[in-house]
């Protein structure tokens, strides 16, 4: 399985921007690039996705270093629901080519009035 | 509400009792998964589903686990002759997605059940 470093937590204050780093020197020339969260007593929630390109959703933005090697996830403003672990995930592809999810540790993010 | 249900969200057990989860996934979703996860750590995938068909199992499905998704449509996850180990969150998931082909969207989990072996 395809290996993803996290920093264990991060804290930010209230309408700041958060960066969360994400590093996967073993990513493979197809590996789609996940970000999931998980808030307190609740599944993982889908945040965004990419390959190659930088990409923009309503959640968040992901920048993808240019040797895919690493990416950063970016909340442009934290606010206190934005308070979970955030999972950077490669995708993994099994025998019958399904999307199996490997998580990892994740980082908690604390976000302070 | 149209999203993944989980029932029940908590269950405590005796070891050695038998347990079984029920999972609703989203009505037009072909593709269902059961994670694990224990406390301080990240979901653990346990099997995969397209429709009715089983096509994936983790080596962490023992002998004891058991899932079906019969019409391919709700799943169940039982767990026989339950250990203290086996005490968890139990997460479902459910995704859309054309048989074969690289998966590029979103899986959607459910609340979980929370099980507790004494």
């Known amino acids: 399985d395809a290996k993803t470093t996290q920093p264990n937590s991060m804290e930010s204050n209230e309408e700041e921007p958060v960066h969360l780093p994400c590093n996967h020197s073993t990513i493979s020339g197809t590996d789609y690039i996940h970000w999931y969260r998980q808030l307190p007593s609740q599944g993982p929630e889908y945040v965004i996705h990419?390959?190659?390109s930088n990409v923009n959703n309503r959640m968040a933005s992901l920048a993808i270093a240019e040797d895919r090697k690493s990416s950063t996830l970016i909340l442009h403003r934290a606010t206190l629901r934005d308070a979970a672990v955030y999972y950077c995930i490669l995708r993994d592809v099994g025998n019958t080519g399904f999307q199996k999810l490997v998580f990892g540790t994740g980082t908690r993010l604390l976000v302070s009035p | 509400d149209t999203g993944v249900s989980q029932d029940p969200r908590h269950k405590i057990t005796k070891r050695g009792q038998n347990v079984t989860f029920r999972c609703d996934p989203i009505s037009e979703h072909n593709r269902l998964y059961w994670y694990r996860q224990t406390l301080g750590q990240g979901p653990e995938f346990l099997t995969y589903?397209?429709?009715?068909?089983?096509?994936?199992k983790s080596r962490l499905l023992s002998d004891r686990f058991s899932a079906e998704r019969p019409k391919g449509s709700f799943s169940t996850l039982e767990i026989q002759r339950t250990e203290q180990g086996d005490s968890a969150m139990y997460l479902c998931?459910?995704?859309?997605?054309?048989?074969?082909?690289?998966?590029?969207?979103?899986?959607?989990f459910g609340p979980g059940t929370r099980l507790t072996v004494t």
């Open positions: 990419g390959l190659t």
């Open positions: 998931a459910s995704s859309s997605g054309t048989s074969g082909g690289p998966f590029k969207g979103e899986q959607y």
């Open positions: 589903f397209q429709n009715e068909a089983q096509l994936e």
